[in-house]
T-cell receptor, first 112, second 112 residues
Framework: AQSVTQLDSQVPVFEEAPVELRCNYSSSVSVYLFWYVQYPNQGLQLLLKYLSGSTLVKGINGFEAEFNKSQTSFHLRKPSVHISDTAEYFC??????????FGTGTSLTVIP | EADIYQTPRYLVIGTGKKITLECSQTMGHDKMYWYQQDPGMELHLIHY???????EKGDLSSESTVSRIRTEHFPLTLESARPSHTSQYLC???????????FGNGTRLTVT
């Protein structure tokens, strides 16, 4: 079975500071990994995805994530956050493309 | 612009009413999903479908039912709404093993 752990439920960070949102997964097989962002009263929007190839993945809005197979991690980073980055962030994993497993989410708050 | 549409966006109804939440996608995806999202952000899979005339219950027990008569349409029905059904309901779809989930904007349901 697969599972996803987002250790930080809330992350406050000052504007223009860097941020890292952590995601660890458990799986005995190869997986596809995703990060989503959710703004208030909206659905989830894809930020970036790791399917294969380069372990450093770049997404929208200046975000990037690094796949680390040995540590089973897929942490999300941004070098300088903006107020508009305040949102909920979800990490997700799938092996077959049928069942997707989500973390419990991280609430990012950017402080002016 | 979203290719997966949910209506209504907001709904307030009384206990005991029957309701149907609509979900349609224009991408030709075979796989569709319904998630329930509680105030703590976590997503719970309540129903999924891998194609026409195929529906399955998800991990979270739900008193709702779904149907999949057409590829593009995946409605969710509550025969008798209760206050415990108050939540946000998200519909999603995907086409393949290395394809992400695409989400609608959600329906926020309040049962009084």
């Amino acid at each position: 079975a697969q599972s996803v752990t987002q250790l930080d439920s809330q992350v406050p960070v000052f504007e223009e500071a860097p941020v890292e949102l952590r995601c660890n997964y458990s799986s005995s097989v190869s997986v596809y990994l995703f990060w989503y962002v959710q703004y208030p009263n909206q659905g989830l929007q894809l930020l970036l995805k790791y399917l294969s190839g380069s372990t450093l993945v770049k997404g929208i809005n200046g975000f990037e994530a690094e796949f680390n197979k040995s540590q089973t991690s897929f942490h999300l980073r941004k070098p300088s956050v903006h107020i508009s980055d305040t949102a909920e962030y979800f990490c997700a994993v799938t092996h077959t493309g049928n069942q997707f497993y989500f973390g419990t989410g991280t609430s990012l708050t950017v402080i002016p | 612009e979203a290719d997966i549409y949910q209506t209504p966006r907001y709904l307030v109804i009384g206990t005991g009413k029957k309701i149907t939440l609509e979900c349609s996608q224009t991408m030709g995806h075979d796989k569709m999903y319904w998630y329930q999202q509680d105030p703590g952000m976590e997503l719970h899979l309540i129903h999924y479908s891998y194609g026409v005339n195929s529906t399955e219950k998800g991990d979270l027990s739900s008193e709702s039912t779904v149907s999949r008569i057409r590829t593009e349409h995946f409605p969710l029905t509550l025969e008798s709404a209760r206050p415990s059904h108050t939540s946000q309901y998200l519909c999603a779809s995907t086409w393949g093993p290395n394809s992400p989930l695409h989400f609608g904007n959600g329906t926020r349901l309040t049962v009084t």
